[in-house]
């Protein structure tokens, strides 16, 4: 029940973030309890070890994101601004039960390449020029939760049953 719930938040992201180019702030929220309370079913007091991890991983990749684009434009720079919105930052800290550090590194990086071409691809149906960054990511997320439930190949997700 706990999976199916996650799902349908996973989705209701792409689509609100795919029209409005906005996520409802409770999402993330909903998202990360979700994904604590599935994970810690078969990993214990670990899950909180493997969030920790995570969540520096993003804020050093955040960090030093904001200290380039800082540099580079010779002052500070809100990168929510120009370049990254608050949902997508909500939603990358929100999924970070569900990975071991490799494989969040992994997602993280294959998530950006996949929004890019996703991006690329459907240009010419979109209404707006920016990037649905949490939803594309949150399309791949469902993917791959999806693939390591029904296949038999190298799971990428800590979520080991339906």
Known sequence: MLLAVLLFCLLLM???????????????????VLSLLQVKQDYGATVWTITAYNVAFFGITFVGLIGYMSWKNKGFLNPFEHYFGLGDLLF????????????????????MLVSILLQLTLKKRMKHQTVPLAGFASLLLVVLILKDLFLNVYKITLINKI
Not at 98 to 109: A, D, G, Q, R, T
């Open 14 to 32: 792409v689509f609100q973030d795919w029209k409005n180019r906005m996520i409802h702030v409770a999402l993330p929220v909903v998202v990360f």
């Open 92 to 111: 990358y800290l929100s999924i970070t039960p569900l990975f071991l550090l490799k494989n969040y590194v992994v997602y993280f990086i294959g998530s």
